[in-house]
């Protein structure tokens, strides 16, 4: 990502880097984000509907990790990324598995809305 950023950086095009992964992959796009001067936004999936039960913040102990404020969120700090994982609600949930699809978002009229 770093090489991506770079590149583009070279051509001065900003970078809206995308992560819907998880706590740990944010982490590192944030701290990519921090030494990247063209990066601009950074999507994230934090609290978002689809999320419900499997959500960014669910699977780590420091949960206060990710505050926004004005629209900025923090550079972790700690060791590493800075994320402390809970491996108790990591084995729960491996326990447990998941059937998960794709939401699909329907208009008014039946026709498909989002992909």
């Known amino acids: 990502m770093k090489k991506i950023v770079s590149m583009a950086e070279a051509f001065d095009v900003a970078v809206a880097p995308h992560c819907p992964l998880g706590p740990i992959a944010l982490a590192a796009c944030v701290q990519i984000d921090a030494c990247t001067p063209n ?10 509907h689809y999320n ?4 960014l913040l669910d699977y780590i102990e420091n949960k ?32 447990i598995g998941h059937n998960w699809k794709n939401p699909v978002w329907r208009n ?5 809305a989002e992909w």
Do not use: C, H
């Open 39 to 48: 990066a601009f936004i950074q999507e994230q999936s934090l609290g978002i």
């Open 52 to 55: 419900k039960g499997t959500d």
């Open 64 to 95: 206060d990790m990710f505050q926004f404020e004005n629209g900025y969120i923090r550079i972790p700090e700690g060791p590493g990324l800075g994320v402390t994982v809970n491996k108790e609600k990591v084995i729960e949930a491996s326990r």
């Open 108 to 112: 008014y009229d039946g026709t498909v």
